[in-house]
């Protein structure tokens, strides 16, 4: 049974940092690109970034680029979010979901599994 667990979400205030750790079971971990989603109260579920199996490879969006980095250690089975410079708009739920490809994905359609999800609350 494949399981994925977040945690490190939390309650900080604005400009601050958090990291979010994925810890993946039950699957090969290192066939499995790894992806961040955010999903705020009323709003669409929004992919983040994404890394690839091997790790060689990241690709964020838009709204984080530059803020969040996403590493993953293949060895401990767990993906990373590290997020500075947070702001408001960054409070959502965080998701980590697998895809088994040796590409990545940033359609939440595309992904195989996912955890269930770590709040974010970012005060300003």
């Known amino acids: 049974q494949v399981q994925l667990v977040e945690s490190g979400g939390g309650s900080v205030q604005a400009g601050a940092s958090l990291r979010l750790s994925c810890a993946a079971s039950g699957l090969t971990f290192s066939s499995y690109a790894m992806g961040w989603f955010r999903q705020a109260p009323g709003k669409e579920r929004e992919f983040v970034g994404t890394i690839t199996s091997g790790g060689g490879n990241t690709y964020y969006a838009d709204s984080v680029k530059g803020r969040f980095t996403i590493s993953r250690d293949n060895a401990k089975n767990t993906v990373y979010l590290q997020m500075n410079s947070l702001k408001p708009e960054d409070t959502a739920v965080y998701y980590c979901?697998?895809?088994?490809?040796?590409?990545?994905?940033?359609?939440?359609?595309?992904?195989?599994?996912w955890g269930q999800g770590t709040q974010v609350t970012i005060s300003s």
């Open positions: 979901a697998a895809v088994k490809t040796t590409g990545w994905a940033t359609l939440d359609l595309n992904y195989d599994y």
